[in-house]
């Protein structure tokens, strides 16, 4: 993980500037589109816009006049985009307590809405949790980790005409002893 990477982590790990991504994969659209279909007033996203324009996630692909105003309308910038992230290397070492806080607030996330299901939701739950025990070498970890994201990520270009519910997917998984 480089610098650049670490700074584009930083980006998606804003929920705004991730939502504002989703509402424009694959399609074309104003601020004041992208605020209806975020169910926010545009002001409150020209700075997430203009973070996600700098860092070449979304770009301004023409300009229109509209009455004597002129908008902007964006694309995402990301044709492949899946939501992945990987933390490993030196930059990623260096940046570990700033990684870990944001992990650590989407690990509370996940357990807010288990728990929630759980005491209010349990015969039509939105979370699952699970906890599987294995012997693995090395490599055979590695590979497993590396086909459980590669399963969900051609899973989502598979279904991507299909109405789709989000979903976040946490693994974590580490070598015992």
Do not use: C
Request: hydrophobic letters at 35%; glycine letters at 2%.
């Amino acid at each position: 993980m480089d610098e650049k990477e670490l700074n584009l982590i930083k980006n998606l790990f804003n929920y705004q500037r991730m939502r504002i991504l989703r509402a424009l994969q694959g399609k074309e659209k104003t601020i004041k589109e992208i605020a209806k279909d975020l169910e926010e007033k545009p002001s409150r996203l020209y700075y997430h816009i203009n973070q996600l324009e700098e860092i070449n996630l979304i770009k301004v692909i023409r300009e229109e006049k509209v009455n004597n105003l002129t908008q902007k309308i964006y694309t995402a910038n990301t044709p492949d985009f899946n939501d992945e992230f990987n933390w490993v290397g030196e930059t990623a070492s260096r940046n570990k307590d700033y990684i870990f806080t944001q992990l650590h607030s989407h690990i509370e996330a996940a357990l807010s809405a288990i728990y929630n299901d759980l005491e209010n939701n349990p015969s039509s739950p939105h979370s699952e949790a699970s906890l599987i025990n294995a012997s693995l070498t090395r490599d055979e970890w590695k590979e497993v980790n590396k086909k459980i994201r590669d399963l969900i990520s051609e899973r989502d270009k598979e279904n991507s005409e299909k109405e789709l519910l989000h979903s976040k997917y946490i693994i974590l998984t580490y070598l015992e002893g």
